[in-house]
Every structure is written in structure tokens, then in C-alpha cells.
């Protein structure tokens, strides 16, 4: 199959605006080049491997987002056009230029691997590139990844935030349900964090990365990986239910989780842009939930909740 890429060129400020408008567009597919992220971590030294010579800071993002050339694909592409120019109109200062190219799919899961390089996630993860060679320091939690052609490999602060609770909260032994999986990062941790893990996703080609991942992580014990909805796949409730998706998918999903999460579980909701994080937070509390912790990056938010009525923590 051929794919379209779009890649728009927005203000700095702009990017996490346009990378949600790509999700909530159903791509499975977004990167974004941000000399000033791209600078931070060479800068902190998270990325304690990287071969990159001077950064120029621009003060723009390139923001690509990725979409099957079918029937769906003209509809898609003139809403992407409504929406940037709608977002001219909100913030007529912003940089925000669009072009779209045609891609062969061996061409997309390949071009991106030049700015995946490992990095160091809390206290003891440690996410390394199939490709890519490190020496391990004692205690390390090392998470291979090939991540293909689904989301998720780790550098993006929804998949941080989310690798660092996990961290604080998932012991041996406990049920994780992983909601959205794409690369299948975050269920890979849970298991080994100790964890039983059930990673479902709706796309075929998620799935497919998941697994092989699940595979290289020799984490088949651990983790099944599901195709469906989680209405539909998923039995049993679990101790911490996973949801790093975008705010309407997580506000959809809210009502089944009194099914799916233990009365003394706690639920993760990340992938929500900063001005959508009312919306969840309300969503939560008419569910039921208590918000223990918000924790915000780089514009984005996830909340970690439990149910209101449970006393245990």
C-alpha cells in the first residue's frame, strides 16, 4: 500500500496542537522533528548515544502525519485543510505550512530511524533501537523496540509519562490491560515490571509491531496481544488499566471501565493535550473517579485515577 505524508510546519508552540489533530484524523502514524527537543536531549543528556552535529533552532516544528492512500483519504485531507485554517485564524502569528508527498510503505517504517536513538526513561528503563548498541549499567529494565510503522517509541512525553507511573505503581503479579497498545512499549514494561498484560489495538499493523516486540522482549509469557475493542477481546478486570490514546477516544471508553478495572485499581489516561485536559478531568469524575496525580510534559497530560468510593490506595 502507498502512503500520503503529510508534513506541516507549525510555530514551535503549535506542535502538540497539530500532532493531536492528526490522532483524532485516525492517523497511525505521526513524527515530529523539533530541533528544540532534539537540542534538550542531547543538552540534559538523556541521549547518552547520539551522533548529531550542531542542532539549529528554528523555533518551528515539522509535525508528519501518515494516511493510507484509499477511498477515506480526500475526506481526511480536506478536514487536515479546514483545521489549519482554522488554527491561522486562532493564532494568526503561528508559522503553519502544509505539503503532502506519496510514500511507499518500506519508505515510511525506515526514514524515521535516524533520530530514534536509545534513551534512559525514570528510574531504570532503558529504550533501545534493535539497531543500536549500548553498554547496560546495573539494574537496567532494557525495553528493545522496533517500532514500525505504529506510534510509540518512547520519546514522546505521552509514552513517558506513562513508563514512568507504571514504574511508581505496577508490582509482580497484577493485571495490566494495555488500551491503544500501538508499538506495544507500554505493555512490554508492565510485564517486566512483573506484571500479567493483555495490549489490544484496533489496527492490524499495530498489532503485527506489538507482537513482533512482545517477541524480541521474550515477554510471550506475559504479554497476549489482542486485535479489537476492548469491549469485545478483553475478560476479567485488571489491577491498572493503560490508556495512552487522545481525550474523546479515553471519554468514550470511561463507561466500561467499571467492568474492566478492579474496585482498588487504578486507571492511567495519557495522550490528552493540555486543552482538552478539563474535559477529561470532568469525564473522570462523573465516571467515578478520583484524580491522585496529574502530571503534565511538554504540553501534555495524564491523569492517574482510581474509583472515588475505594478507600485502599
Given at each position: 500500500?502507498?502512503?500520503?505524508?503529510?508534513?506541516?510546519?507549525?510555530?514551535?508552540?503549535?506542535?502538540?496542537?497539530?500532532?493531536?489533530?492528526?490522532?483524532?484524523?485516525?492517523?497511525?502514524?505521526?513524527?515530529?522533528?523539533?530541533?528544540?527537543?532534539?537540542?534538550?536531549?542531547?543538552?540534559?543528556?538523556?541521549?547518552?548515544?547520539?551522533?548529531?552535529?550542531?542542532?539549529?533552532?528554528?523555533?518551528?516544528?515539522?509535525?508528519?502525519?501518515?494516511?493510507?492512500?484509499?477511498?477515506?483519504?480526500?475526506?481526511?485531507?480536506?478536514?487536515?485543510?479546514?483545521?489549519?485554517?482554522?488554527?491561522?485564524?486562532?493564532?494568526?502569528?503561528?508559522?503553519?505550512?502544509?505539503?503532502?508527498?506519496?510514500?511507499?510503505?518500506?519508505?515510511?517504517?525506515?526514514?524515521?530511524?535516524?533520530?530514534?536513538?536509545?534513551?534512559?526513561?525514570?528510574?531504570?528503563?532503558?529504550?533501545?533501537?534493535?539497531?543500536?548498541?549500548?553498554?547496560?549499567?546495573?539494574?537496567?529494565?532494557?525495553?528493545?523496540?522496533?517500532?514500525?510503522?505504529?506510534?510509540?517509541?518512547?520519546?514522546?512525553?505521552?509514552?513517558t509519562l506513562c513508563l514512568?507511573?507504571?514504574?511508581?505503581?505496577?508490582?509482580?503479579?497484577?493485571?495490566?490491560?494495555?488500551?491503544?497498545?500501538?508499538?506495544?512499549?507500554?505493555?512490554?514494561?508492565?510485564?517486566?515490571?512483573?506484571?500479567?498484560?493483555?495490549?489490544?489495538?484496533?489496527?492490524?499493523?499495530?498489532?503485527?509491531?506489538?507482537?513482533?516486540?512482545?517477541?524480541?522482549?521474550?515477554?510471550?509469557?506475559?504479554?497476549?496481544?489482542?486485535?479489537?475493542?476492548?469491549?469485545?477481546?478483553?475478560?476479567?478486570?485488571?489491577?491498572?488499566?493503560?490508556?495512552?490514546?487522545?481525550?474523546?477516544?479515553?471519554?468514550?471508553?470511561?463507561?466500561?471501565?467499571?467492568?474492566?478495572?478492579?474496585p482498588e485499581g487504578e486507571?492511567?489516561?495519557?495522550?490528552?493535550?493540555?486543552?482538552?485536559?478539563?474535559?477529561?478531568?470532568?469525564?473522570?469524575?462523573?465516571?467515578?473517579?478520583?484524580?491522585?496525580?496529574?502530571?503534565?510534559?511538554?504540553?501534555?497530560?495524564?491523569?492517574?485515577?482510581?474509583?472515588?468510593?475505594?478507600?485502599?490506595?
Open positions: 500500500m502507498d502512503w500520503r505524508e503529510v508534513a506541516v510546519t507549525v510555530s514551535s508552540e503549535g506542535e502538540e496542537t497539530v500532532a493531536d489533530l492528526f490522532y483524532q484524523l485516525g492517523c497511525p502514524g505521526v513524527s515530529v522533528e523539533d530541533p528544540e527537543l532534539l537540542h534538550s536531549y542531547m543538552e540534559s543528556g538523556e541521549w547518552d548515544y547520539h551522533a548529531f552535529g550542531e542542532v539549529k533552532l528554528t523555533g518551528t516544528a515539522v509535525v508528519k502525519g501518515y494516511f493510507p492512500e484509499d477511498e477515506e483519504l480526500t475526506g481526511k485531507l480536506v478536514k487536515l485543510d479546514l483545521e489549519i485554517g482554522r488554527l491561522l485564524q486562532r493564532f494568526p502569528n503561528w508559522v503553519v505550512q502544509a505539503k503532502g508527498i506519496s510514500v511507499q510503505e518500506e519508505e515510511w517504517a525506515t526514514a524515521w530511524k535516524a533520530y530514534f536513538k536509545p534513551i534512559r526513561i525514570g528510574k531504570n528503563f532503558l529504550i533501545k533501537p534493535t539497531w543500536e548498541q549500548v553498554d547496560l549499567l546495573a539494574g537496567d529494565i532494557v525495553l528493545e523496540l522496533d517500532p514500525g510503522m505504529a506510534f510509540g517509541t518512547g520519546t514522546h512525553p505521552t509514552t514512568k507511573t507504571l514504574e511508581q505503581i505496577v508490582k509482580p503479579g497484577q493485571t495490566v490491560f494495555d488500551l491503544g497498545t500501538g508499538s506495544g512499549i507500554l505493555a512490554i514494561a508492565a510485564a517486566k515490571l512483573g506484571a500479567k498484560v493483555d495490549a489490544v489495538d484496533l489496527d492490524s499493523v499495530a498489532i503485527k509491531v506489538a507482537q513482533e516486540n512482545v517477541d524480541l522482549n521474550r515477554v510471550n509469557d506475559r504479554v497476549r496481544v489482542l486485535r479489537g475493542d476492548l469491549g469485545t477481546v478483553l475478560t476479567g478486570q485488571a489491577d491498572v488499566v493503560i490508556a495512552n490514546i487522545i481525550a474523546d477516544v479515553i471519554l468514550i471508553l470511561l463507561s466500561d471501565l467499571k467492568r474492566i478495572l478492579r486507571f492511567l489516561a495519557s495522550g490528552i493535550i493540555e486543552h482538552r485536559a478539563v474535559d477529561v478531568e470532568d469525564g473522570l469524575k462523573e465516571a467515578g473517579f478520583e484524580i491522585l496525580e496529574r502530571v503534565e510534559d511538554s504540553g501534555w497530560i495524564l491523569f492517574r485515577a482510581r474509583w472515588a468510593n475505594n478507600e485502599s490506595v
